[in-house]
C-alpha cells in the first residue's frame, strides 16, 4: 500500500505499533528475519526512492523525516516505538526530536558527519552514476560494503538482490540518496542527549558508526548493545536483535521489567 507517497504493509497484532525504517539501498524486507518473532503490530515502510515507494528529487534529510511524519499521521499511528536502521535509524532519531514516541532503537546509525576519504569516496561515486556506471555494477558495489563477508557467502543472494535494487531505485535515485543521507547530513550525537524516552543502539562490532569514540558517547547517554557483524545487523545478525527488540518491547509495555540483554 502507498500513502504521501510512501509504500508500507502492516504485520502482526498487538497494542503498540512498532515502525520500522531501513538503510540506504534496502527496503522494507530487510526486516524479514526479525519481524516474525515480535509480537507487535509491526509497520513497515519504504523509504523515498526505496522498494516500491515514490522518488523525492532534491530531497533533505528532513523532508525524509516530514514524509515519515506525515505517513504516521495519515495512518494514525500515535506513541509508536520506531526501529530505525543506518539511514532509517538517522530519521527516527530526528523524529523523536518532535513527535511522541514510545521508545526508539537505533541501529546501525550514523551519528556523524562523513569527512575525509569517506566523503571523497561517496563524491566519486555520484560521478560514477552520472558518468554511466552500471546500476547493477553500483548495486554489487553497495550490498558488497554494507553486509559484511561472512554473511554474503552464506546468502550469495543478498549480492543478487543488491543489484536488483540499485536497478529499481534508478541512477538519479541513487545520486540524490547518496546527497541527502551521506553527503549534507550532520553530525546528530548531541540529539541522543535530547531524548526522553527508552532507546537503545544497537551495532555490529564491526560497524564504522561506533568507531572513533561514538561508542563512548553513546555510553555516556544510553545503552549500547554490540553484536557480531558490521553494518547491517537485520542480516548479519537478526537472532541477537530480535532477542534486544523483544527485551525493549517488554520492557516498554511494561509486560518485563527487568527485561535486558548483554550489551
Request: net charge negative; no cysteine.
Amino acid at each position: 500500500m502507498t500513502s504521501s507517497k510512501l509504500a508500507y504493509e502492516f504485520r502482526g497484532e498487538g497494542e503498540t505499533t512498532v515502525v520500522m525504517l531501513h538503510g540506504v539501498f534496502m527496503d522494507r524486507r530487510l526486516w524479514d528475519e526479525v519481524v516474525p518473532d515480535l509480537d507487535s503490530r509491526i509497520l513497515l515502510v519504504d523509504m523515498p526512492a526505496h522498494g516500491d515507494s515514490d522518488f523525492e528529487p532534491g530531497a533533505s534529510i528532513d523532508n525524509h523525516v516530514d514524509s515519515i511524519a506525515n505517513l504516521l499521521s495519515d495512518l494514525e499511528v500515535h506513541s509508536p516505538v520506531i526501529v530505525g536502521h543506518s539511514w532509517g535509524g538517522m530519521v527516527a532519531l530526528r523524529l523523536a526530536q518532535t513527535l511522541t514516541l514510545s521508545g526508539l532503537v537505533l541501529v546501525n546509525t550514523p551519528l556523524s558527519r562523513t569527512t575525509g576519504t569517506s566523503r571523497l569516496g561517496f563524491i566519486m561515486q555520484r560521478a560514477l552514476l552520472l558518468l554511466g556506471l552500471p546500476l547493477a555494477t553500483y548495486g554489487k558495489l553497495a550490498i558488497t560494503a554494507l553486509v559484511d563477508d561472512g554473511t554474503l557467502a552464506q546468502r550469495p543472494s543478498l549480492v543478487a538482490e543488491g543489484k536488483q535494487r540499485a536497478k529499481a531505485i534508478g541512477r538519479e535515485g541513487l545520486r540524490e540518496t547518496l546527497r541527502s543521507v551521506l553527503l549534507e547530513t550532520e553530525d546528530s550525537v548531541t540529539l541522543l542527549s535530547n531524548l526522553e524516552i527508552p532507546w537503545r543502539f544497537v551495532a555490529g562490532i564491526d560497524d564504522y558508526v561506533i568507531a572513533d569514540g561514538l561508542a563512548d558517547q553513546i555510553r555516556k547517554y544510553g545503552k549500547l548493545h554490540i553484536t557480531a557483524g558490521g553494518h547491517t545487523t537485520p542480516l548479519e545478525s537478526p537472532r541477537d536483535l530480535t532477542v534486544i527488540l523483544r527485551g525493549f518491547l517488554e520492557l516498554v509495555t511494561g509486560d518485563d521489567t527487568s527485561a535486558s540483554s548483554a550489551e
